[in-house]
């Protein structure tokens, strides 16, 4: 039994190792995708109300750009927009737009580039979109910040994580149980046969022995005038 005990604790420690390591892979992997799709959404809605954002900024129309943008959030996993530049201030956002994520707290970046990263803000980890407004002539108006919702990564990171554990370790408590029956068995059958090897010379010595066998009183039709007791031929 100790036998048995000194190779299951590594196999269990091994399991949860490798669960772990198995659960932060997928997680990892999850979220690569998330940002990809966020990413791709993001351009997505720009190109949609380019037009009409540009329209409206280059006009100074902020009652109808901040509509376009109230427009926007209306995805569930849109929390906010806002646009920074020139010609946004004082700022235009959204209600709910993060206040952590104030235009003057963007990352520096060259003019008319992108900027994708993921922020965690107390409410929950966002996904956070720098792009460039451009107009029909090529000129830079502003930026537009989207902030996507990815609380639900967490939550959904943290049921992969137990979901990982518990079918590992139901696979370590099958192998346990295997193990533990299996050396089980294998001991019965061991000192069974090492009884019965261990008691095969004593019986041999106990058992009854055979009588022999009388010599017979005939001869044998061979055996002639030489058989005993026959009388010789005359």
């Known amino acids: 039994m100790r036998a048995a005990f000194r190779f299951l604790v590594p196999l269990l420690v091994l399991l949860a190792l490798v669960a772990y390591a198995a659960s932060e892979l997928m997680i990892r992997q999850a979220h690569r995708w998330a940002e990809r799709d966020l990413s791709a959404r993001s351009r997505l809605v720009l190109a949609s109300a380019r037009e009409g954002l540009s329209g409206r900024l280059a006009a100074g129309d902020r009652v109808r750009t901040r509509q376009i943008l109230d427009e926007m959030v209306r995805d569930e996993r849109l929390l906010g927009a806002r646009v920074c530049g020139p010609g946004a201030e004082p700022p235009l956002r959204t209600a709910a737009f993060p206040p952590e994520l104030a235009c003057d707290r963007l990352p520096l970046r060259a003019p008319g580039a992108t900027h994708d990263a993921v922020v965690g803000l107390p409410g929950g980890t966002v996904h956070l979109s720098v792009l460039p407004i451009g107009a029909d002539d090529g000129e830079v108006l502003g930026d537009l910040v989207l902030v996507h919702d990815m609380s639900y990564l967490d939550r959904r990171a943290a049921e992969t994580r137990k979901t990982t554990f518990v079918a590992f370790a139901l696979v370590g408590l099958l192998a346990a149980a295997s193990t533990l029956l299996a050396s089980r068995f294998s001991w019965l059958s061991w000192t069974a046969e090492l009884r019965r090897l261990l008691a095969a010379p ?33």
């Open 202 to 234: 004593f019986q041999s010595l106990g058992a009854p022995r055979r009588p022999r066998r009388a010599p017979s009183s005939r001869c044998s039709p061979t055996c002639g005038s030489s058989c005993r007791g026959s009388p010789p031929r005359r």
